[in-house]
């Protein structure tokens, strides 16, 4: 399971240019302003200019931000991090050893696997706190930043319908060094302000993106079942162990970015050329660690046609898609609107994301204890429990993003709330998709799941990117907020459907009996 199921993930990818060519405009301003519109260009802001009015009178310069953003987020991390760590030791006190992790050809072999797969993880994770920053940086208006979104989303659903193929035709371990060099390239393309290179470098990530998610989980289950002959039953070991430090990578990048790009004051493009040697390395070590291996590859129109029929055939597999579609498309659009939000209030951003995958985190530690022998609570539980937050959150956020009235703390904790609910979100859902959609379909399934998903983020960034700077950060959040509640009513729905299904339930410990519903 890779991110809490969800690489989402995360993280920002305004100002100042048309059509990819910089604002031609030479009215000087001071201060830190929206810019304004003269002879129907619009002008940057910059902290070294004064904003002036249409008629050309100067307006006063806006205070700087306070330190209450700054503050709040070390807090936060600081408070997060200890609930996590508490809870990790509790139930590594509780969990017995598994006979997994006293083999030691097995230790050596997950070794070599975690010593690539955390160096891929830990350079995506580290170009996630600064991406918005670095497009506004280069003076991109906000509507440009989203089109720069919507190619990075329209890239990745692309190239994730044939991943799975792909990977199986070039072979595992040469997919793995490929998305070494596509996602160096991606993040050399951010060390120029051209917006094409830049379209062109959102592509890449797309295609590296979807390298990362299928080739690396595929190598490894080949190796551990047909090479190693290790018992199928622990992959979920490998798996779990790498969920879990897949989050402490994300808290550690969000602080090393917030080093280089703000203590260091080497600006938003230093996270992106850190990334660089990190890719670099994993590749090379894969390259001289890992053995080849392909697969027999299926036909990509069979693929989604058995996907198609079993989405159709069963309303489980249905309402499943729905709700997922639903739920992270607002999650994509989350991922855009979190830096312009709070960046304006000093938000120090590489410590803000660290709290939020920390919070994203402590879900998952919920999650998990929430279905353990103590509690015994149902995934099913816990994914409406998740849409009910994310939902309470929104409605938060449509105030808290009031033009005139913003409160970046309370936007913040609505933000935490939201990536709490990640947390339980992503490993139920994944615990629901295993027991509802047969084996031999997952692929093509998930593949008509991600059409919905990217095509609901990529409408409602280009809706944000036709609408008022302010007005539109708001109008955009009650529009999210409804398209929780339509998740949450195919959440009523599937929870009907599924009542009375045992199989949809986390086994119970052994000698008790297993309850009749849901």
């Not at 079942?225 to 039953?233: K, S």
């Not at 879990?244 to 260091?264: D, I, K, P, Q």
């Not at 022998?373 to 105030?399: C, E, G, N």
């Not at 059409?451 to 008022?468: I, K, Y």
Request: charged share 15%; hydrophobic share 50%.
């Amino acid at each position: 399971m890779l991110v809490t199921g969800r690489r989402t993930q995360r993280g920002g990818e305004g100002r100042g240019k048309r059509g990819g060519g910089r604002s031609k405009c030479k009215e000087e301003k001071e201060g830190k302003g929206e810019g304004v519109l003269t002879r129907g260009c619009s002008v940057p802001a910059t902290p070294a200019r004064r904003p002036q009015g249409a008629d050309g009178a100067a307006r006063p310069a806006e205070v700087s931000p306070g330190p209450a953003m700054l503050v709040t987020a070390y807090f936060a991390l600081a408070l997060l991090l200890a609930a996590c760590l508490g809870l990790e030791l509790s139930g590594c006190r509780a969990k017995p050893l598994s006979r997994a992790c006293c083999n030691p050809s097995f230790l050596r072999f997950q070794l070599d696997f975690y010593q690539v797969y955390f160096l891929a993880l830990a350079a995506d994770w580290l170009q996630a706190p600064y991406l918005y920053k670095l497009y506004q940086h280069y003076h991109f208006l906000e509507g440009q930043i989203a089109i720069l979104y919507v190619c990075g989303l329209a890239s990745t659903v692309l190239f994730g319908l044939v991943a799975s193929s792909l990977v199986d035709w070039l072979g595992r371990k040469k997919s793995c060094v490929l998305f070494s060099l596509t996602y160096s390239l991606c993040c050399m393309t951010k060390l120029s302000q051209d917006y094409f290179v830049l379209l062109v470098g959102r592509a890449l990530g797309g295609l590296s993106t979807a390298l990362l998610f299928s080739a690396f989980e595929s190598w490894y289950i080949h190796e551990h079942v047909a090479r190693h002959d290790f018992p199928p039953e622990w992959i979920p070991a490998t798996f779990a162990r790498a969920a879990f430090w897949n989050h402490a990578l994300a808290v550690a990048a969000g602080v090393a970015a917030e080093v280089v790009a703000s203590w260091l004051g080497l600006g938003p493009v230093a996270p992106f050329v850190a990334a660089i040697p990190l890719l670099a390395l994993a590749g090379i070590l894969a390259l001289c660690n890992w053995g080849e291996n392909y697969d027999r590859q299926r036909a990509f129109l069979r693929t989604c046609g058995g996907g198609l029929r079993c989405l159709l055939s069963d309303r489980r597999v249905l309402l499943l898609g729905t709700i997922q579609a639903l739920f992270e498309s607002v999650v994509f659009i989350f991922i855009f609107l979190w830096t312009p939000v709070l960046d304006p209030h000093g938000a120090p951003l590489g410590i803000v994301f660290s709290s939020f995958m920390s919070a994203s985190l402590l879900g998952s530690s919920l999650y998990r204890i929430a279905t353990s022998k103590r509690y015994h609570l149902q995934p099913m539980h816990l994914l409406s429990l998740a849409v009910l937050i994310v939902v309470f959150s929104l409605f938060m956020l449509t105030f808290s993003t009031s033009p005139g009235q913003e409160s970046p703390v309370e936007s913040f904790v609505a933000f935490l709330l939201i990536e709490l609910a990640c947390g339980l979100y992503f490993p139920s859902m994944s615990f629901l998709r295993r027991k509802v959609i047969p084996e031999m379909e997952q692929a093509g399934v998930l593949n008509w799941f991600r059409v919905p998903l990217h095509l609901l983020a990529c409408l409602g960034l280009l809706v944000l990117h036709d609408s008022d700077r302010k007005t539109g950060t708001r109008n955009m959040f009650s529009i999210c907020s409804a398209v929780m509640v339509m998740a949450l009513l195919a959440v009523v729905g599937l929870f009907t459907v599924v009542r009375h299904d045992a199989e949809l339930r986390v086994p119970p410990p052994a000698g008790e009996p297993c309850a009749p519903e849901l």
